[in-house]
């Protein structure tokens, strides 16, 4: 097993998670409904909001993939009002990617809401995105049928993903 280790993102680490946002959607740009030119429109401030916010939120982390101490991957969780996990902003670096890294970071995001007590998980994940998809049924969640467009002008489909965990 690669070494790395997956640590919840703390306010002071915004930087991480702009450069981690940045990069993810730059390289992946049809796997994230957000474009990489509008992340770069974010100014710092933005950023140490967005870190602050999820860092402070109840029900709410962001799970990075660190090497090295360099951050290599990321994921989000959330607790929803009605009790419902949602898995988002999911991405491996290239370079780590058929190590079994994403399916760490991803089975960290899930036992965090199960400790939340979320029985039910969704999340989507683009049409083309095969690896994903298998992934993410390797761990028992289907497809539901619902899909939406990837962003307004895309012809691609965000899929939406559950999984019933309680």
Known sequence: MI????????????????RLRITALT???????????????????????????AAVAEGCEFFIVRRAGVGLGLASAQRDQAGVG???????????????????????????????????????????????IALYQSRRFVLTGAAEPLRPGSPLRNLVMRATVG
């Not at 070494?3 to 702009?18: G, H, N, P, R, S």
């Not at 988002?88 to 079994?100: F, K, T």
């Open 27 to 53: 390289e992946s740009p049809d796997a994230f409904s957000p474009t990489a030119e509008e992340a770069r429109s974010n100014d710092d401030d933005y950023w140490r909001r967005a870190a602050q916010r």
């Open 86 to 132: 949602h898995i988002g902003a999911m991405w491996v670096d290239p370079v780590l990617r058929g190590q079994g890294v994403g399916a760490r970071l991803f089975d960290t995001a899930v036992a965090y809401l199960q400790n939340l007590g979320c029985d039910v998980i969704e999340l989507s994940v683009t049409q083309t995105n095969a690896a994903a």
């Open 3 to 18: 070494d790395i280790e997956i640590i919840t993102l703390t306010a002071e680490q915004w930087v991480d998670l702009k």
